[in-house]
């Protein structure tokens, strides 16, 4: 499995960017994916989730702000964040999981992206 993650980047408060993560490895389009990020200092939190059928998730904090779609044709995740906040600054790090021989799940990670919010 390899997740490689786009897109990340320096923005003033209120701006937007869009993060991208190219999965390969996997039958993308019955996967299950998530971002999360990591702050300084802070354990790794789960931002945003989309299931094989199509619902999605969000943490209260980014609700109504970030989207998350995938384009099944391109084994891609996307990650839509509008009306950033300084405390959006993080590592962003595409995710999904794989069920191994002993019938547990395995996570898969990416390298990470920077998000970095400020004025």
């Known amino acids: 499995v390899q997740l490689v993650e786009s897109g990340g980047g320096s923005v003033q408060p209120g701006g937007s960017l869009r993060l991208s993560c190219a999965a390969s490895g996997i039958i993308f389009s019955s996967s299950a994916m998530n971002w999360y990020r990591q702050a300084p200092g802070k354990q790794r939190e789960l931002v945003a989730a989309s299931d094989s059928v199509g619902s999605t998730n969000y943490a209260d904090s980014v609700k109504g702000r970030f989207t998350i779609s995938r384009d099944n044709a391109k084994n891609t995740l996307y990650l839509q964040m509008n009306s950033l906040k300084p405390e959006d600054t993080a590592v962003y790090y595409c995710?999904?999981?794989?069920?191994?021989?002993?019938?547990?799940?395995?996570?898969?990670w990416g390298q990470g992206t920077q998000v970095t919010v400020s004025s």
């Open positions: 995710n999904t999981k794989t069920k191994n021989p002993w019938n547990r799940f395995d996570d898969h």
